[in-house]
């Protein structure tokens, strides 16, 4: 079932089309200290954001794997993504999984220590998390 009720839809701002919304994701990115390059995401119909809560989702037309070759990791964002966004964090993430070895994991938050740390941790449901260089994920 999808977060997105629709008092949070009455509170929200949402954008439409792919090359707006790409945009806005990357800034947003931005404007928390984190990667622009963290939701390569294509094809957007929709981007939602409540500015007073840090909630944030993503709706595009595909699934999407996404490689990372710096980090080597290959990244799965569904067709819905959503999570809340802080300084320097990305909690409650859905929609978004990192393939081990042959088995797709749910990532449910990325994090760096501070806007200036060269570092970025991403966890999962289970605590287990990995840290890599931040500039594997630049846009």
Known sequence: MSPITP?????????????????????LLREYHLPDGL?????????GFVKETG?????QKN???HEFEKAG?????????SSYFENCKIKKLSGVK???LMIWISLT????????SDKITVNTP?????TFPKDAFMA
């Open 126 to 130: 289970t605590g287990i998390s990995k």
């Open 109 to 116: 938050k990325i994090y760096a220590e501070s806007p200036t």
């Open 55 to 59: 909630f944030f989702w993503i709706k």
């Open 7 to 27: 008092e949070i839809r009455a509170c929200a701002e949402i954008l439409t089309g792919n090359d707006v919304c790409v945009e806005k994701a990357k800034s």
């Open 63 to 65: 699934d999407i794997t």
């Open 73 to 81: 990791r290959h990244i799965s964002y569904a067709t819905e993504i």
């Open 39 to 47: 939701l390569p995401v294509k094809d957007v119909e929709e981007l």
């Open 98 to 100: 990192s393939k081990e």
